[in-house]
């Protein structure tokens, strides 16, 4: 599984003009499961991204986690975030799991996000979204679970 990683203010993600999702402060996280990922790749990325220090401390250094801060996570699936361009001009997402499993899979990471406690709101899944992220820093970091498990 893979994402891209946003400290925020706060963000929304709208479907067709109306809001589906709102987050105050926290982390946006455009998600995408791979076609190799299991289950472990899931409950991986989202225990790492409840406990990734990426907020700061009262001394200004970046040391306390979303969990600790009170955030939220808005949780985005985005197929491109497996866009693979080492090759011509289009992007290559052979490496992106088919849609009706990486919507069970991306389904079942929210489900883990949600057993920390820490409030997850999500954008819908397939549908063209629009995503208005107040970046925070900005503060922007990548995950794969393949690259550690």
Known sequence: MRAVVQRVSRATVEVEGQVVGSIGPG?????????????????????????LRLFE????QINRSVQEVGGSILAISNFTVYGDCRKGRR???????PP????AGFRRWVEYLRSTGVPVAEGCFGARMR???ENDGPVTVLLDSRKVI
Do not use: C, M
């Open 27 to 51: 982390l946006v996280v455009f998600a995408a499961v791979g076609r190799e990922d299991e289950d472990r790749d899931l409950a991986y990325l989202a225990d790492k991204l409840v406990h």
């Open 57 to 60: 401390d009262a001394a200004g």
């Open 91 to 97: 992007p290559s997402f052979t490496q992106a799991a």
């Open 100 to 103: 009706d499993r990486a919507e």
């Open 131 to 133: 995503v208005v992220v």
